[in-house]
């Protein structure tokens, strides 16, 4: 009898679970929680990599009745979206084998997150939510955060979307006004905004995977992003650290209480965390894998990925307690300084040349308009690099900088 696999939301990345399952003879079936795709995704969703795909449209009770008739061995997220509908579907249908039910919200609303983790005792960022520009001026009068640098962003996206940094002693009401009230990239209207301190350190990605409230890190990697204007968040590079670096330990045991604190007990997290001279604060924690090309970088770094484990935990109930780093693995992402149309393409693909690349994504054609990069979205693409040592994977990025450099993005004539 043909097992199945649901997979909610499976874009990008997360498409990659089809042919994990599939290679252990489980057919992938996707639900898309909206009637249609998300415009952010469109681009890259290819339905047919599964073996069917259902459509959301808000009869709750209906999708239950289709998901139990494939009676699937598990049903799993596979991005922000999706995270509030496979907490219900795992309830109704597998009650036990998911996350606390009572989070499902602070899993994927970065306010309730924050509320939550604060409940919970652990440091974290003080910040706000609200439609109220003068509750906002008041909020930063009590912190005492008044001549201090703001970040504000929406609640409900990700990939760093619509993130601004408001410099210390700026006007922090364009931003909010601008925000308030848009619709952000997964196609919500921001009805608040979130307002937090801005965390001064370095930024860390802490990827994990639980089974039954055992917790386990995946990898740990350090972000480079760098900002334009009051843009931040712009995906440069990261850096997978090896389970021995005393700075893991620390960032791992902060993301376990995080966790925890968040009804974690089940599946992958992937999380952000600034590392200040105060120690470890939560940037957001987003109860799926890490997206992009992550997985597959992952991979060749450690030999294993949350894919891997989320296949050998549903269809074997192991358990996999921590990683090791089998090479020094280096994640670049590729910039365009413009909106207007990609030349020279070719010189991308050279990289592919390069003695320490392993992989490269490039969703943009010669010709094509491409987007002015400001968020992960935008990016121009990416490279994996992955050697025998460091030293190499260093000057192969300098030679990957300079290529970069060199493409060409033309203006778009008026």
Not at 52 to 60: E, I, Q
Request: aromatic content about 8%.
């Amino acid at each position: 009898m043909q097992r199945h696999v649901i997979l909610v939301d499976p874009y990008a990345a997360a498409a990659e679970y089809a042919n994990a399952f599939r290679a252990r003879g489980v057919e992938a079936v996707a639900v898309l929680s909206t009637p249609a795709p998300l415009s952010s995704y469109r681009r890259s969703w290819a339905p047919d990599g599964f073996f069917a795909t259902h459509h959301y449209d808000g009869d709750f009770d209906e999708l239950v009745r289709i998901v139990k008739s494939y009676d699937p061995v598990a049903i799993v997220p596979g991005n922000e979206s999706a995270v509030m509908l496979v907490d219900a579907l795992v309830e109704e249908l597998m009650p036990g084998t998911g996350n606390l039910i009572e989070f499902s919200e602070a899993r994927r609303d970065k306010w309730p997150m924050a509320q939550a983790v604060a409940r919970a005792g652990i440091p974290h960022l003080r910040q706000l939510a609200t439609d109220d520009p003068g509750e906002v001026a008041e909020w930063i009068k009590e912190q005492g955060l008044e001549g201090q640098p703001l970040v504000l962003k929406p609640r409900r996206s990700g990939g760093t979307d619509d993130v601004h940094k408001v410099a210390a002693g700026a006007d922090w009401r364009p931003y909010f006004d601008r925000l308030l009230g848009s619709v952000n990239r997964f196609d919500l209207r921001n009805d608040t905004v979130l307002v937090q301190e801005f965390a001064q350190g370095t930024e860390y990605i802490v990827d994990t995977y639980s089974v039954d409230g055992q917790f386990a890190l995946v990898s740990v990697c350090r972000y480079q992003k760098s900002a334009r204007n009051d843009r931040i968040g712009i995906y440069e590079s990261v850096d997978y650290l090896p389970p021995q670096d005393p700075t893991v330990a620390l960032l791992g045991e902060y993301t376990r209480q995080v966790a925890q604190a968040l009804g974690i007990r089940n599946g992958c997290t992937h999380t952000e965390v600034m590392l200040t001279e105060d120690g470890p604060r939560l940037i957001e924690i987003a109860g799926r894998l890490a997206g992009g090309c992550m997985q597959y970088a992952t991979r060749v770094a450690t030999g294993d990925s949350q894919i891997d484990r989320t296949v050998r935990h549903r269809l074997d109930g192991t358990f996999t307690p921590g990683y090791e780093i089998l090479r020094p693995v280096r994640v670049l992402w590729l910039s365009s300084p413009r909106t207007g149309v990609l030349r020279s393409t070719e010189l991308l693909q050279s990289m592919q040349e390069l003695a320490t690349f392993q992989k490269m994504g490039l969703p943009y054609r010669d010709g094509e308009v491409v987007p002015r990069t400001e968020d992960l979205f935008t990016s121009l693409g990416w490279v994996i690099l992955g050697g025998e040592s460091r030293q190499a994977v260093d000057a192969d990025t300098h030679r990957v900088k300079e290529i970069e450099s060199r493409v060409v993005v033309e203006a778009e004539k008026p």
